[in-house]
């Protein structure tokens, strides 16, 4: 993989849709979706012009779950409501271990020695969910939830600084892509319902012939409102040492020695709602507070007050 400089265009309608001859979500993509995908080993290499990363997974499994997050029926794992047009989709991957290596590249605006970045983690699992139209299999929103267990990371000052400034060098594509998405998003109230089709079938939580309104109450349970990212991890250990060349062989004659900062986090998470506009309501967010209402007035009075401002102009 390799960074751009400016954001492709969007893929389009499904390739699976369009393999099959069909244009709305179908027989071929329930297909696709029910697959049970295992593999032993992947490597993915990622370029860009300041550093290369490489991510390598072991014992990787992809599957479908229901909303729950537990395998079971696979006609559990989506909910189809024909009244919105959209289907909901749940997608689980677990892997034994993952290895993440950064380094600059010799082209880059980097400093001419650099520690490579190195982090290595047991078991995790990624959680995906997905709301689509029926009528083209667009994206409409998802919802991707990465966990990690018990991780131990030791860091440098000089990988500390170089990952400070990867992150940097890619802000600005990041944010051009993020430009991008904003600018596509669809409207949430703008579904526009296609006509019953034959195919379309719905999951259910309990036996028999389920009514609309029982659908629309499941589906409304596990909505995504908007696009959003989550990371959770039970518990970080991090050490940061100084390998400063300073501390060299001077320095230990002198009785001078390195420091180091270990750091404990318990239950660590980071929520990035992407699409969330200033002013609109939090109710949704995975995790919500009372306090978060002081804020939603505070931001809502904020974007009034620019609002009249700019119609004044």
């Known amino acids: 993989m390799r960074t751009c400089e400016e954001p492709r265009p969007p893929n389009g309608q499904s390739p699976i849709a369009l393999a099959a001859g069909q244009s709305e979500y179908g027989f071929a993509e329930k297909v696709v979706e029910g697959m049970f995908i295992v593999v032993n080993s992947i490597t993915i290499k990622i370029h860009s012009k300041a550093f290369h990363a490489s991510f390598e997974l ?35 991957l677990t892997w034994q271990t993952l290895r993440i290596e950064a380094d600059a590249t010799d082209n880059g605006d980097q400093d001419p020695v650099t520690t490579p970045l190195r982090l290595i983690t047991n078991q995790g699992r990624i959680q995906i969910s997905l709301k689509r139209r029926t009528k083209d299999c667009n994206v409409v929103a998802s919802k991707l939830m990465f966990l990690l267990d018990d991780l131990l990371w030791v860091l440098t000052d000089s990988q500390l600084k170089a990952m400070m400034k990867y992150a940097e060098s890619l802000s600005e594509a990041m944010e051009k892509s993020a430009q991008q998405r904003k600018s596509l998003a669809p409207e949430s109230v703008q579904v526009t319902p296609p006509a019953p089709s034959a195919q379309q079938s ?37 050490h940061i040492c100084d390998d400063s060349h300073a501390w060299g062989a001077g320095a230990l004659k002198h009785g ?58």
């Open 58 to 92: 072991w014992q990787l499994q992809g599957y479908s779950v229901n909303p729950s997050w537990q395998q079971s029926d696979l006609r559990l794992t989506r909910i189809t409501d024909p009244h919105r047009g959209e289907v909901l989709t749940f997608k689980e």
């Open 202 to 238: 719905w999951a259910q939580p309990c036996g028999g012939s389920p009514s609309p309104s029982s659908i629309g109450q499941y589906f409304d349970k596990h909505d995504m409102k908007e696009s959003s990212y989550h990371l959770l991890i039970s518990r970080l250990d991090l």
């Open 256 to 313: 001078m020695l390195g420091g180091a900062i270990q750091l404990t986090f318990r239950r660590m998470a980071f929520d990035y709602y992407p699409f969330h506009r200033a002013g609109d309501a939090c109710k949704h967010w995975v995790r919500y507070s009372e306090a978060m209402e002081t804020r939603g007035q505070w931001a809502e009075k904020l974007v009034n007050e620019f609002q009249s401002k700019i119609e004044k102009l």
